[in-house]
């Protein structure tokens, strides 16, 4: 079946890095995606991964999968208040035609 | 680019009326549109897959007699929440798909800001 976890919550100081985990179950996932909701809005997309990659670079976000665990995590250098936010992981078993699933989010409070 | 809206951003409704949510991609053809409904403090999950000029498809357990969903244009979805009530009462997301025609950004969707629906 389809299910993608995270943690809950996760709570860092201002300039130090940031990791989200999340695990998803289905090893048919094409792409990976992380999203940014600040409160009260939509979703951002922040950096997405295909599935035959272990890595991915974007100024401050780093994303790397392990596929072989099905991991997906993503690393936010320097993080800073505006960071602050829910961030979800999410699965696709194709590109953007397909749905997407969700996990539940990860709270990020980012403090001085 | 790729920019979606969605209109109300909120909106507040007596139980039993009926309300209209539109989903727009403002520079962008969308061959394909979604509706999500988040609950708060919990995940996104799937109502429906929209395609343009035909019907849209429900997932399980979602009544499409109740969330009646069109897709009459490469640009516009709506959602009609009918006969709503207070159970209803959710933070409704669109998403557009632009296609795969080479289109930059072609491998994933784009969300809309949301729609705050309190039924009461």
């Known amino acids: 079946g389809e299910d993608v976890e995270q943690s809950l919550f996760l709570s860092v100081r201002e300039g130090d890095s940031s990791v989200i985990n999340c695990t998803y179950t289905d090893s048919s996932s094409t792409y990976l995606y992380w999203y940014k909701q600040e409160p009260g809005a939509g979703l951002q997309l922040l950096t997405y991964i295909f599935s035959n990659m272990d890595m991915k670079q974007d100024q401050r976000l780093t994303v790397l999968l392990n596929k072989k665990d099905k991991h997906l995590s993503l690393r936010i250098a320097d993080t800073q208040t505006g960071d602050s936010a829910i961030y979800f992981c999410?699965?696709?078993?194709?590109?953007?035609?397909?749905?997407?699933?969700f996990g539940a989010g990860t709270r990020l409070a980012v403090h001085p | 680019g790729a920019v979606v809206s969605q209109h109300p951003s909120r909106v507040i409704c007596k139980s039993g009326t009926s309300v209209k949510i539109e989903c727009r991609s403002l520079d962008f053809q969308a061959t394909t549109m979604f509706w999500y409904r988040q609950f708060p403090k919990k995940s996104l999950m799937l109502m429906a897959t929209s395609n343009e000029g035909s019907k849209a498809t429900y997932e399980q357990g979602v009544e499409k007699d109740k969330f009646l969903i069109n897709h009459a244009s490469l640009t516009l979805s709506t959602l009609t929440v009918t006969s709503a009530h207070p159970e209803d009462s959710s933070f409704y997301i669109c998403?557009?798909?632009?296609?795969?025609?080479?289109?930059?950004?072609?491998?994933?969707?784009?969300f809309g800001p949301g729609t705050r629906l309190l039924v009461l």
């Open positions: 998403s557009a798909f632009p296609g795969t025609s080479g289109r930059a950004g072609a491998e994933t969707q784009y």
């Open positions: 999410a699965e696709s078993l194709g590109g953007g035609y397909n749905k997407l699933i």
